[in-house]
């Protein structure tokens, strides 16, 4: 089993910077996919970027970002602490969502975050 902890949402101005974090335990050796989703009151869940790699979650990786978040969304990771990151500038206030961590491990599936908040006014 994977267990995800986010965190690092919240309330900024347009504009803004925030870094979401996710946490990972458990069997993360097995992970080979790890994507942030987010869904916005009245709209479905949507994938804003992942980053995945053939075999496990280790150096490299194929990196995927919405067409609505590329060159303002980085999404990376420290294999060492287990961590995925999102690192969002220039929010605007389309980006205010709750943000879910998700990551697909080769044993266990699909394991899904608590989510997080974020909030851009304008």
């Known amino acids: 089993q994977v267990q995800l902890v986010e965190s690092g949402g919240g309330l900024v101005q347009a504009g803004g910077s925030l870094r979401l974090s996710c946490a990972a335990s458990?069997?993360?050796?097995?992970?080979?996919?790890m994507g942030w989703y987010r869904q916005a009151p009245g709209k479905q869940r949507e994938l804003v970027a992942s980053?995945?790699?053939?075999?496990?979650?280790?150096?490299?990786?194929?990196?995927y970002y919405a067409d609505s978040v590329k060159g303002r969304f980085t999404i990376s990771r420290d294999n060492a602490k287990n961590t995925g990151y999102l690192q969002m500038n220039s929010l605007k206030s389309e980006d205010t969502a709750v943000y879910y961590c998700n990551a697909v491990s080769s044993v266990s599936g699909s394991h899904w975050g608590q989510g997080t908040q974020v909030t851009v006014s304008s």
């Open positions: 980053i995945s790699r053939g075999a496990t979650f280790s150096r490299g990786g194929n990196i």
């Open positions: 458990g069997s993360t050796g097995s992970i080979h996919f």
